[in-house]
């Protein structure tokens, strides 16, 4: 049973980081292109960055690009994003998700096909 579940979430003020983790089970994450989307208040779910089933390759949306970073731990079977600089505008739920088994990262949400139940991030002094 595939099952993705998100921690780490929080408040925090503007400036600050946190780090989220997604811990996979049922199935391994280096065989998987692996993302994190998150969903404003009031707006679509957007892709925030993913990293591929080899975990050399990673992609970042250009609202985060140079402050998060996507990593993998292959033993623990998850998958972390890193925030640093946080601005209020990251405020959002943020889900973790498993896509393809392929050599590139989607940014496409219905490329994913398994979710997690997110974590609430709020940015806010």
């Known amino acids: 049973q595939v099952q993705l579940v998100e921690s780490g979430g929080g408040l925090v003020q503007p400036g600050g980081s946190l780090t989220l983790s997604c811990a996979a089970s049922?199935?391994?994450?280096?065989?998987?292109?692996m993302g994190w989307f998150r969903r404003a208040p009031g707006k679509e779910r957007e892709f925030v960055s993913g990293?591929?089933?080899?975990?050399?390759?990673?992609r970042y949306a250009d609202s985060v690009k140079g402050r998060f970073s996507i990593s993998r731990d292959n033993a623990k079977n998850t998958v972390y994003l890193q925030m640093n600089s946080l601005k209020p505008e990251d405020t959002a739920v943020y889900f973790c998700?498993?896509?393809?088994?392929?050599?590139?990262?989607?940014?496409?949400?219905?490329?994913?096909?398994?979710w997690g139940q997110g974590t609430q991030v709020t940015v806010s002094s």
């Open positions: 998700a498993r896509g393809p088994g392929v050599t590139y990262v989607p940014v496409m949400s219905s490329t994913y096909n398994y």
């Open positions: 049922g199935f391994t994450v280096s065989n998987y292109a």
């Open positions: 990293i591929t089933r080899s975990g050399v390759s990673t």
